[in-house]
């Protein structure tokens, strides 16, 4: 009986501890359920222990990060500093409570602080440079963000660091070095669109018009219609196409042009216009006027005038494609889209080996979500272009299409006859990971294409986001979980990679999570595949809950 004592005695910690992780256990068990009421009970029992792990703070803390309760946090910060003084996630959620308390500078000194011990932590080290950025410290920011990327050169992330690099240098007045790391950003990220903003903003002010009309135009590619941007991008162009009139030409009458200019300038559009029919009627080939006459009728919202004006000069002069650049961007330009649409069709007829004429509606209808039709033209101007690197972005958008109608053989085919241009452009191999991890149904193969996407593009978020599919099929969900979580941060309104957190999230039972989510996804879906993806997720889930 003394034996059996004795070893019930040695056995009661063990047994403590065991139990301890069964509270541990079920507290998480709930947490990840969403049950707040019940984790809370479970972390009672776990903190009433006398004898219980410090380390079991740490899925505390976090449950009362989501559960709001941040003054909390603060009151335990003083027993647990020195417990976590070497986690970074912990002391982030010091940071984090106390800006919620309203102790700002107390949060704005230990982030900075933190920065210095944790180098390589992006988050950390993202908030610190703000904080300096905001104290006016731009020098020591600019050193804080110069240690992190020559420590971690290829990062995902990398291209907000630059980003802000390139935002300070704007602020200290150096431009040639903004230029520098805003063109390091959208290169890490073509889909970033604040870094193609800002940095076509810099460009016009540095009067690059080619590279702000570039920068416009790729931001208005990534966020969608703009109003504000477009009407200044579609003025940035007319202008550009003027002053290279201007250079190759000698206008006749220049004072008759002056003075439709200062008209139109003064928004008297009418007078503007009257004058300016004047002075071509003494000139009607000139370049520069015809331009200001179709900025003119685009202010009036003549549309349909200016449209017929370009037609007919394309039609004029068939080698020259400023006409039909414009008519193009006149899509972006508050002009119904419908009727650039018949436009160029009547264009085609006239011009059907004409490469950019194929290529612009098969743009068009792309936008518009037409697709049998956008294929039909893509498949034209394939077949018309000769060059490699345009016949490569043609063939991949015809193959994404494809995939997105579920025509899989075709679209294997146009992946193959894009590898016999060029064999090691990402995307194209990414899209066939991608497909290999959903429909093709081959993990092996899809893990291998994706290992030379990423090869060739290391750090790129999409490539990223096919990784996280490939974690999702192998039912491995908290890696997957892990790993789109930081690239939705990135792509906010990418549609792709919310859906596929919100479907990680919904294996997890993180099912408020994966609601949030699927309805961002929905909101920002912008082709017919996301916008049906989205709302079959949508109406499947309602009627689950």
Known sequence: MKKQILLLLALLPHIAQANQ???????????????????????????????????NNKGYLHFLADSGDFKKIVELMPKLETAFAKD???????????????RKNDADNRVVTLARTFKEHTEIVFNAAETLVEKKE?????AL??????SAPRRPNNFIFYFMKGKIHMQLKDYTQARTFLQQCVEAHPRFPQG????????????????????FSSFLEVTGPNKQIEQHLLALVLKQKATQKKSNTIVLNRPCMQQAMSLFEKKQYRAALAHIDTCLAKNETDGQMRLLKVQILTAMKSHDDVIKLLVSWSAQEPGNPMWQQVLHLLSRAEVPIDRIITAFRSIVVQQPHNLATNLYLADL??????????????????ALSNEPRIKTRILFQMSTLQYERGEYTDMLASLCELEKVNASFAPALNLKAYYYATEGNDLAQADALFEK??????????????KGVILYKQKKYEQARTLLEPLAQQLPN??????????????????KDAQTAIEHAHKHARTPYEKKTTASLLESWRTIA
Do not use: C
């Not at 731009?138 to 600019?142: F, I, P, Q, S």
């Not at 963000?145 to 020559?150: A, G, I, M, Q, T």
């Not at 002010?205 to 009309?213: C, D, K, P, T």
């Not at 990418?494 to 099912?511: E, F, M, R």
């Open 138 to 142: 731009l020098k020591n920011a600019l």
């Open 145 to 150: 963000l110069d240690d992190y990327l020559n």
């Open 88 to 102: 970074p996630d912990v002391q982030l959620l010091f940071v984090k409570a106390l800006q919620k308390v309203g």
């Open 453 to 466: 996407a990423y090869a060739l593009d290391t750090g790129n978020p999409h490539i990223l986001d096919t």
């Open 494 to 511: 990418d549609s792709s990679v919310q859906i596929h957190l919100a479907k990680t999230y919904a294996k997890l039972g993180k099912n």
């Open 196 to 215: 193609w903003l800002l940095k076509a903003m810099l460009e016009e002010e540095s009067g690059n018009l080619e590279q702000a009309i570039k920068g």
């Open 21 to 55: 992780y069964h509270n541990y256990f079920w507290a998480n068990y709930n947490q990840f359920g969403g049950n707040q009421a019940e984790t809370r009970k479970w972390y009672n029992h776990i903190l009433a222990e006398e004898n219980h792990s410090i380390l």
């Open 365 to 382: 209808y792309t936008r518009t979500g037409n697709d049998t039709q956008a294929l039909a033209y893509h498949k034209k101007a394939a």
